[in-house]
């Protein structure tokens, strides 16, 4: 796919145009006030009168209107363009991270992708819009100056006027190096400051039952005076690239006046000449203030944009899996002699893993903690892609069933069940708007949430805040049942749903589950042994392998590590009740 800058010029570069031509016409006109004001020194000192100096007032008072409107112009054009590029910037990347595969959201931290969305998108946007818009303009309206400086006085003074000018400059670009090093850190330091903040908010009741605010304000004050120091550092460059450039020009307008100077008082020169001239000089001052700033600019926007083309490069899933082919998926499941191991893992979570389960019936999937019980999950799904000729979903390969279809054949209650910001009722509906209030509350019924939520002061319309944090976690967790249940999919993946629910909770779940899914095809995972009592197949997983399987009677008999299991939780069971 052609590069992002690319793809914007290609629909939208058009408008820079009209902005490049009021841009020509602004440098141009910006350099006719020297002329003027020349002129009108050089007509005072011939002797003029009163009509002839007004107007020539009012002609610089028309320069400085045609200024204004062709500055307005080119700034409206080329900058708003740069937004329209913003906003194009930020729907691509959404549609790209939307494509990506799960195994780029692995490697990438959440912070990260939201400052791709925020800080790189505009920090690129100010390159290709206000440094581009000023940058040219003042680069451009310079070089009109210095011609025009060389043309109507003399090479040789403007030379020597000018001379200051490079060392000003090279002295610009190496302390505009030096700010942009040091606004990093101090940019890195603030971010780093509010991640801080951010976290002590977020886990304050962590903070408070450890009783660790006194450590935790010492950190903050160290954090603090980190950034303090940084940004004094910042400030010591900031303060000399301000000063360098008005320095340079002190020497310069020094030189012309006393070159010039000398040119009038020996006749060779008119003064509106020298008039002229100083006022070219001053048109020169502009770029080479700013250069230090627009470099700057230049070099993050464009730091920038190379991490957004990097994540517009990466593979999006291929568009197979994101069509659907208009056949919805069979209900049996198998696995035959499975591996699976993450990218960039050095040993593999799962290891020749097979079963077997006809339409209707329900597979139990229990074990230790990281013995692969939800990789498992994922790869039904085509989350992760297994290989081929190993997972069957009705008989068919799931590398040959586009994801698209594959999902919209199940119903997944992911492990950690997340909501988004949203009223519960958005959370429940989110992927079926179509169904309606009767279906709503039946899940929520199935979940056995409807009571609770019932009781909260605005029932479905509760917000559930950022993260769900007026949730507890059981509830959150039936939520995310009560969503995969309105779904009505053929195939049901419950991953460790009621992890957080009491035992009688789980049981009545459980129970009305059994009702509410009969026919579906469920895979069931859950430490919680009694949960998957009733299933036709129970696989207990050990490190990524799968060490017994049977129905739960065929497992007791067997007494081995599933007995154990069973034999201790129901002791606890028992302890507790
Ligand atoms: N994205 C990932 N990249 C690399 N390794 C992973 C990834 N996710 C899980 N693993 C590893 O794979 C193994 C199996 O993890 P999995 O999440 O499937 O375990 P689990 O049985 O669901 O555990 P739990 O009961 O704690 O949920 C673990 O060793 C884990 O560290
Ligand atoms: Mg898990």
Not at 73 to 86: H, K, L, P, S, V
Not at 194 to 210: A, C, D, Q, T
């Amino acid at each position: 796919m052609r590069p992002l800058l690319a793809r914007f010029l290609k629909k939208h570069g058009w408008m820079y145009l009209p902005g490049f031509v009021f841009l020509l016409l602004n440098a141009r006109i910006m350099n006719l006030a020297p002329r003027a004001l020349g002129d009108a020194f050089g007509m005072l000192e011939a002797g003029c009168t009163r009509e002839e100096i007004l107007r020539q007032a009012l002609w610089i008072v028309c320069i400085a209107l045609m200024v204004f409107i062709t500055f307005f112009a080119f700034r409206m054009f080329i900058i708003m363009n740069a937004r329209r590029m913003e906003v194009f910037f930020r729907e691509e990347l959404f549609r790209k991270l939307q494509f990506l595969p799960q195994s780029y959201f692995a490697k990438q931290r959440s912070g990260e992708m939201m400052a791709y969305a925020v800080n790189d998108v505009n920090a690129a946007r100010q390159v290709f819009g206000p440094a581009l818009a000023m940058g040219a303009r003042d680069i451009i309206s310079g070089a009109i100056a210095i011609w025009a400086m060389a043309h109507e006085c003399s090479p040789g003074m403007t030379a020597l006027a000018l001379l200051p000018l490079p060392f000003a400059l090279g002295a610009i670009i190496l302390l505009g190096n030096q700010v942009y090093k040091r606004s990093k850190l101090s940019q890195d330091l603030f971010q780093k400051l509010s991640g801080y903040v951010n976290e002590s908010i977020m886990g304050m009741r962590v903070l408070k039952s450890f009783a660790r605010e006194e450590a935790r304000q010492e950190r903050y004050g160290v954090l603090s005076g980190e950034m303090r120091d940084a940004n004094v550092r910042l400030n010591d460059v900031s303060a000399l690239l301000g000063s360098v450039s008005v320095l340079a020009f002190g020497l310069s307008y020094a030189f012309a006046l006393i070159l010039g100077g000398r040119r009038v008082l020996r006749g060779e020169m008119d003064l509106g000449t020298l008039v002229a001239f100083l006022g070219y000089l001053l048109v020169v001052q502009q770029p080479v203030t700013v250069a230090g700033r627009i470099m700057n600019m230049v070099q993050r926007g464009l730091a920038s944009y190379r991490r957004l083309q990097s994540v517009d490069r990466e593979a999006s899933l291929p568009e197979f899996d994101r069509t659907s082919r208009g056949k919805p998926v069979g209900r049996s499941l198998e696995a035959k002699h499975l591996h699976y191991t993450y990218p960039g893992a050095d040993k593999p979570a799962l290891r020749d893993v097979s079963f077997c389960l006809k339409e209707g019936q329900t597979l139990g999937i229990t074990g230790g903690t990281g013995s692969g019980k939800s990789t498992l999950a994922a790869l039904l799904l085509k989350l992760w892609t297994p290989e081929r000729g190993t997972i069957f979903v009705g008989g068919e390969d799931v590398c040959d069933i586009p994801a698209f279809d594959l999902r919209e054949g199940f119903g997944y209650v992911p492990q950690d069940g997340f909501l988004f910001s949203a009223s519960i009722r958005e959370n429940i509906l989110f992927y079926t708007p179509d169904k309606t209030e009767e279906d709503l509350l039946q899940a929520a019924e199935d979940a056995c949430i409807r009571k609770e939520i019932r009781e909260f002061p605005q029932g479905f319309d509760t917000q559930v805040g950022e993260r769900g944090t007026h949730l507890s976690g059981g509830q959150k967790q039936r939520i995310a049942l009560a969503r995969a249940l309105v779904r009505d999919a053929p195939i049901l993946v419950l991953d460790d749903t009621l992890s957080a629910v009491d035992h009688i909770t789980e049981q009545a779940i459980t129970r009305t589950l059994r009702t509410r899914l009969r026919g579906k095809t469920v895979v069931l995972i859950s430490q919680r042994l009694s949960a998957l009592r009733e299933a036709d197949r129970i696989l207990f997983l050990e490190e990524g392998r799968v060490t017994e399987e049977g129905t739960h009677e065929e497992l007791m008999a067997r007494k081995g590590l599933y007995y154990e299991a069973w034999l201790f939780q129901a002791r606890e069971a028992e302890g507790r009740s």
